[in-house]
């Protein structure tokens, strides 16, 4: 416990000044933080051996991130689509190169794994760009901290019922309703500190949304631990695991927020 305290304090140290300085240091940081999460996933699944598809993975990552977040990428002649069509057919060609031992299986893995955690990256920093993007960020922060918070104390104390024990045995459904009780006041605070455009209703239904999906995006990747057979993504974090392990619910929660057009 007081490994994992110490670690999420130095994180927050270094993540926090880069979320309030924005700009192009908070999109290289975010950039950084997508490599390291795709590398994760890409090496639960051991395709050893294969750099190239890594490498291939890497690019459309880096395409999906950055391609349209500044005009200094004008001067290319090939647009967006056209650039990840590109990388697509090179994978594909890859499968036949290595004579099928890297496999459309493989290849299809490493395009899901790729967008999954591109998207999820792209919108943080979309959220950032965007008009109150500080406060918008630290919403989404917040309401996926006090949802991990609140499931984590409502099951301790009240948990019963398994809320999917083949994927997650320590997760209960009284956890999870009380991780979006929890979500709920702390945007209810936050609204009332920090109003938004909306009414309370619907900032309270819109959490109660974005609390189900984070637990969602969690619930995914224990999914992925589970059938790769591994208990972290990765040890990069000290008593949390890896990178891929604490931006799981980002990466399902702000996408659904600005789908709906909250954010």
Not at 144 to 149: P, Q, R, V
Not at 189 to 201: A, C, E
Request: hydrophobic share 55%; with cysteine.
């Amino acid at each position: 416990m007081k490994q994992r305290t110490i670690t999420a304090l130095l994180a927050l140290i270094v993540f926090v000044p880069f979320v309030i300085i924005g700009g192009w240091p908070f999109k290289i940081l975010v950039a950084g933080l997508a490599t390291i999460s795709l590398f994760e996933l890409i090496r639960m699944r051991k395709n050893n051996g294969y750099w190239v598809s890594s490498i291939l993975a890497a690019l459309l990552l880096w395409v999906i991130l950055l391609y349209n977040q500044s005009e200094i990428f004008s001067f290319l002649v090939l647009s967006e689509l056209e650039i990840i069509t590109i990388i697509i057919l090179l994978l594909l060609s890859y499968i036949v190169l290595v004579k099928n031992k890297f496999t459309f299986d493989d290849a299809g893995f490493i395009l899901l794994a790729t967008f999954y955690v591109g998207l999820g990256f792209y919108y943080l920093m979309e959220t950032r760009d965007g008009a109150n993007g500080l406060s918008n960020i630290f919403y989404a922060f917040f309401i996926i901290w006090s949802t991990d918070t609140g499931a984590y104390l409502f099951g301790r104390a009240f948990g019963k019922r398994k809320l999917w024990p083949t994927i997650s045995p320590n997760k209960t459904v009284e956890g999870a309703i009380g991780g979006i009780v929890l979500a709920c006041v702390i945007a209810v605070i936050f609204h009332l500190i920090h109003p938004f455009p909306h009414s309370l209703l619907i900032v309270i239904g819109v959490t109660i949304l974005a609390s189900i999906f984070g637990q969602i995006g969690d619930l995914v990747e224990s999914a992925l631990k589970r059938n790769y057979g591994v208990k972290d993504s990765g040890k990069i974090l000290p008593g949390h695991g890896g990178i891929l392990d604490r931006f799981d619910s980002l990466l399902f929660v702000l996408p659904i927020l600005h789908i709906i057009q909250f954010l």
